[in-house]
């Protein structure tokens, strides 16, 4: 077998390998789609199809008509941006810190911030519930908010910490001969030139915000403070299982992700990758 041949397949089977795993991955979102466009009598039909007989919006308006649905959003997207904007003035903040400044106990500092994250959800929740319970925050968005900004966090340092590292300390020396103060710096300096990591970060804070459900299930029990994975996972009934609601309602909140990822995605990866080879 020739090299240019064996090349030819490896590449064959590279390709067919990678459309073989997408399509595993946006299978469920294509079944999930084509659900919410059936007829209520094709959605339970055994054998299952596919392809609709003929395509029913219904369901698109049975969320909204049914039941708060735009309140369930607009609740997610305050949370979600809230929790955002502030892991990032924060954790930039601290990696700022850790990355350039002098002091004991940096080492340590980071692995214990990083080590927060690992705590699993289902054992915080408990203490963390009592302490919203005590200072009143249950049914707001405060009581989301924070318990998201201490998960977000960690990530958020860790990745930022290593990105202001691999910045040549020589912006820092020109602005400083020119007067410019440590908040300047940190401000007018620094932060421009990790924009790529910054937007990076705010995207996995923002989805991991918007797809909370454990937290925002226990902690927001009033039906109009609820977010929208609680909020569609609220859609059953005692007597009715309205999958096609349910698959509607999915989707609304999927499509804008996958546009803003689709449309951003050049800057994700040069924000994922831009610190990882140092020059």
């Known amino acids: ?24 991955i946006v299978l469920p979102f294509i079944w999930q789609f084509l659900t919410s466009i059936k007829p209520m009598s094709e959605i339970s039909a055994i054998p299952a199809k596919w392809i609709p007989s ?68 289902i054992a915080t929740l408990s203490p ?34 290593n990105f202001f590292s691999q ?19 940190f401000f007018k300096i620094m932060l421009p030139l990790i924009k790529p990591a910054i937007f990076s970060v705010a995207l996995i804070v923002f989805i991991n915000a918007w797809n909370e459900y454990i937290y925002a299930l226990t902690f927001m029990t009033n039906d109009l403070m609820r977010t929208v994975p609680v909020g569609i996972a609220m859609f059953p009934s005692n007597y009715e299982m309205p999958w096609g609601d349910m698959a509607a309602g999915s989707v609304i909140v999927t499509v804008p992700l996958i546009i803003m990822v689709l449309i951003f995605q050049k800057k994700i990866i040069a924000g994922l990758t831009a610190g990882g080879v140092k020059e």
């Open 54 to 121: 003929e395509i029913n919006i219904q369901f698109y308006f049975n969320v909204f008509e049914k039941h708060p649905f735009a309140r369930y959003l607009l609740n997610s997207f305050i949370v979600a941006v809230t929790t955002t904007i502030l892991s990032i003035l924060i954790g930039a903040s601290a990696a700022y810190a850790l990355a350039r400044l002098r002091f004991k106990g940096k080492k340590i500092m980071l692995m214990a911030i990083l080590s927060i994250s690992m705590f699993p959800t």
């Open 1 to 24: 077998m020739s090299k240019k041949t064996s090349h030819i397949i490896r590449q064959v089977l590279f390709y067919a390998f990678v459309i073989l795993f997408v399509g595993l």
């Open 167 to 185: 910045l040549p300390k020589g912006f820092e020396e020109a602005a400083a001969i020119d007067g410019c103060s440590r908040a300047g710096i």
């Open 128 to 161: 963390i519930y009592l302490l919203l319970k005590q200072f009143r925050l249950l049914n707001t968005y405060a009581g989301l908010v924070i318990p998201y900004i201490t998960f977000a966090l960690p990530l958020s340092i860790w990745l930022l910490t």
